[in-house]
């Protein structure tokens, strides 16, 4: 056993190959240039369909779940519950508006008539509520770039 400190970054990184053969070529010459990984799994063909296939129905469930949800909200009587989606969405709509383009017009004005600037918004902040709402991740866009998933 070797023990090695503990590296300062992590990073978690998969990789398919179009065959189990082009794997097993590609571990064989990691390990004789010694440039492997601290953890490396080479599945055979139906080892990767069951993982594929079982992490795709779960992410069916959790989206058909998550749709439902979304329905009983919308149907819902109250506003407090009907209305709480939109609420943020016209919010983080607007925020998104002033904090591109009007504050900055204001901006501009205020320093021609020498008034104060208005106020700067959490853009970090508003961007993570906007596309979370809007079901904008970067993995799956990520993953398509790299050509990994379909």
């Given at each position: 056993?070797?023990?090695?400190?503990?590296?300062?970054?992590?990073?978690?990184?998969?990789?398919?190959f179009?065959?189990?053969?082009?794997?097993?070529?590609?571990?064989r010459?990691?390990?004789?240039?010694?440039?492997?990984?601290?953890?490396?799994?080479?599945?055979?063909?139906?080892?990767?369909?069951?993982?594929?296939?079982?992490?795709?129905?779960?992410?069916?469930?959790?989206?058909?779940?998550?749709l439902?949800?979304?329905?009983?909200e919308?149907?819902?009587?109250?506003?407090?519950?009907?209305?709480?989606?939109?609420?943020?969405?016209?919010?983080?709509?607007?925020?998104f508006?002033?904090?591109?383009?009007?504050?900055?017009?204001?901006?501009?004005?205020?320093q021609?008539?020498?008034?104060?600037?208005?106020?700067?918004?959490?853009?970090?902040?508003?961007?993570?509520?906007?596309?979370?709402?809007?079901?904008?991740?970067?993995?799956?866009?990520?993953?398509?770039?790299?050509?990994?998933?379909?």
């Open positions: 056993m070797r023990v090695r400190r503990q590296p300062r970054d992590k990073r978690y990184e998969g990789v398919m179009p065959t189990y053969e082009d794997g097993l070529r590609a571990f010459e990691m390990v004789s240039r010694r440039a492997t990984a601290d953890l490396m799994r080479l599945s055979d063909p139906e080892e990767t369909l069951t993982n594929l296939t079982m992490a795709a129905e779960g992410e069916l469930k959790q989206v058909i779940a998550q439902e949800i979304n329905a009983r919308a149907a819902h009587p109250s506003v407090f519950v009907a209305g709480w989606r939109p609420f943020f969405g016209w919010a983080g709509g607007i925020g508006i002033y904090a591109t383009m009007l504050q900055p017009l204001l901006t501009w004005w205020a021609i008539k020498g008034v104060p600037a208005p106020p700067i918004l959490n853009i970090d902040l508003l961007w993570v509520v906007i596309t979370g709402m809007l079901g904008i991740g970067g993995l799956r866009t990520f993953e398509k770039s790299k050509g990994v998933a379909k």
